[in-house]
């Protein structure tokens, strides 16, 4: 099998550890493979947009999600170091605002999924980071929304050493207390 499902403390978000075949001529993993996703996990997922995208040291992504036809999504980093998040936006959940975060590397190479009705976003901790993700459903900016970053309530122990740099979307994001959440 070429996943091993690392528990978190939200059992819905998922961490997968791919088996690494390496050698001193570099290394081979199978970053996705959909039978051996769905053994691993129990989850039956159709992939149907993967991005890619870059970004510099200190840059904070998100955190995002959408309402209507809401993603799930299968994140790694392909170079770099991030600390990347997952929040419970169901107000039917006892975790409802709890979040979970670890740091992914292309050095670990450690991947997370985060199932449809959480919010997601990322802080880039080495000098530039690739991130690549495969999502579930479309992106659909008319159901975009953004929960703030540094929502008190959520109390997220984002680990930094400088103020970040956020889009002006994700500063317009919106209190917990205040967002669009799922039932």
């Given at each position: ?90 107000r039917s959940s006892s975790n409802f605002g709890k979040w979970f ?51 008190q309530t959520t109390s997220i122990d984002w680990p930094l050493i ?15 207390d205040e967002a669009d959440a799922f039932t």
């Open positions: 099998m070429p996943y091993e499902v690392l528990p978190t403390s939200l059992s819905e978000v998922l961490l997968l550890k791919p088996k690494v075949f390496g050698d001193p001529r570099g290394f081979f993993f199978e970053s996705f493979n959909a039978r051996e996703f769905e053994a691993a996990t129990g989850l039956e997922r159709v992939f149907v947009q993967d991005n890619h995208s870059l970004s510099g040291k200190g840059v904070l992504r998100g955190l995002h999600y959408q309402i209507e036809r809401p993603q799930g999504k299968l994140v790694r980093v392909a170079r770099g170091e991030v600390f990347d998040v997952a929040v419970d936006l169901r975060g670890v740091v992914l590397s292309s050095d670990n190479k450690l991947q997370l999924w985060i199932p449809e009705g959480f919010a997601h976003g990322f802080l880039v901790l080495s000098e530039n980071a690739e991130f690549l993700y495969k999502t579930t459903d479309y992106w659909h900016p008319e159901h975009e929304r953004s929960l703030i970053w540094n929502d400088a103020p970040p740099i956020v889009a002006k979307k994700d500063e317009a994001g919106k209190r917990i």
